[in-house]
C-alpha cells in the first residue's frame, strides 16, 4: 500500500478488497530505514474497510516495542527485520502470542545462515529482493537463488512456513519467483502505478 494514492485511499482499498489475497503496509521509522512512511492510524483505517487480512512489515528499530499495538490495530501477520532486532526468537515468539502470523524479514546481504535456525519458529520468511526503505527499486537477481536455497532448508527441517518476497515484483518475474519458492508475491509500483491495476493482480495470480 505503499505506492497506493493516499489522496484516493478508499478506491484503492477496494481495488485490493476485490482482486488481491493480502494487504502490504510497510511501516518505516525513518531510524531503520531513511524514510518515513505510516502508522497506527492509517493501519487503523484500512482495517476498518479491509476484507483481506493485514500483513503489517515493520521497517522499525525496536520492534517488540509495537508488536502487540499493530497486532490491536489489525495485523494478521507481522514481519520484522532480523537486522533491527537483538533477539528474533523472541520476537517471533511475541507476534505470535498477539495472535498474528510471525515472519523474519531480511535485507538482501543479509547471511541466510542466520535465518536458518529460526525457520521453525516462523510462519513465514520475507525475502527482499531490494533493500527495505524505498518503493520502485531495481529488483536484485541474486535473489532466486536465496529463493531456493530457503525453499531446501524448509523441506529438508520439516518446517511449516511460507516464503514471502518484496522489491522490485511484477508479471514480468512472478512466475520465476514463484518457480524458485515463494508463496506470496509482493507488488507496490507494479499494481498501483499500471493502467489497469486489477489486470496486473490477476496476471501474477494466475501463474
Known amino acids: 500500500m505503499l505506492s497506493a494514492d493516499f489522496l484516493n485511499l478508499g478506491k484503492d482499498v477496494a481495488m485490493v478488497n476485490a482482486n488481491a489475497d493480502l494487504f502490504h503496509l510497510d511501516i518505516m521509522d525513518g531510524v531503520f530505514v531513511p524514510n518515513i512512511s505510516y502508522g497506527f492510524p492509517v493501519v487503523e483505517a484500512?482495517?476498518?474497510?479491509?476484507?483481506?487480512?493485514?500483513?503489517?512489515?515493520?521497517?522499525?528499530?525496536?520492534?517488540?516495542?509495537?508488536?502487540?499495538?499493530?497486532?490491536?490495530?489489525?495485523a494478521a501477520m507481522i514481519s520484522f527485520h532480523?537486522?533491527?532486532?537483538?533477539?528474533p526468537a523472541a520476537v517471533l515468539?511475541?507476534?505470535?502470542?498477539?495472535?498474528?502470523?510471525?515472519?523474519?524479514?531480511?535485507?538482501?546481504?543479509?547471511?541466510?545462515?542466520?535465518?536458518?535456525?529460526?525457520?521453525?519458529?516462523?510462519?513465514?520468511?520475507l525475502?527482499?529482493?531490494?533493500?527495505?526503505?524505498?518503493?520502485?527499486?531495481?529488483f536484485i537477481e541474486e535473489t532466486y537463488g536465496r529463493l531456493q536455497t530457503i525453499r531446501e532448508w524448509i523441506a529438508e527441517d520439516s518446517c511449516?512456513?511460507?516464503?514471502?518476497?518484496?522489491?522490485?515484483?511484477?508479471?514480468?518475474?512472478?512466475?520465476?519467483?514463484?518457480?524458485?519458492?515463494?508463496?506470496?508475491?509482493?507488488?507496490?509500483?507494479?499494481?498501483?502505478r499500471a493502467e489497469n491495476p486489477a489486470e496486473v493482480i490477476s496476471s501474477m495470480k494466475s501463474l
Open 46 to 74: 484500512i482495517s476498518k474497510e479491509a476484507v483481506r487480512p493485514l500483513d503489517v512489515h515493520l521497517m522499525i528499530v525496536h520492534p517488540e516495542k509495537y508488536v502487540r499495538r499493530f497486532a490491536e490495530a489489525g
Open 82 to 87: 532480523a537486522e533491527a532486532a537483538e533477539d
Open 93 to 125: 515468539g511475541l507476534v505470535r502470542s498477539c495472535g498474528a502470523a510471525a515472519g523474519l524479514a531480511f535485507n538482501p546481504d543479509y547471511p541466510l545462515e542466520k535465518v536458518r535456525p529460526l525457520l521453525k519458529s516462523c510462519d513465514f520468511v
Open 127 to 138: 525475502v527482499m529482493s531490494v533493500f527495505a526503505g524505498f518503493g520502485g527499486q531495481k
Open 160 to 192: 511449516r512456513c511460507l516464503i514471502e518476497v518484496d522489491g522490485g515484483v511484477s508479471p514480468a518475474n512472478s512466475r520465476a519467483l514463484s518457480e524458485a519458492g515463494a508463496d506470496i508475491l509482493v507488488a507496490g509500483s507494479a499494481v498501483f
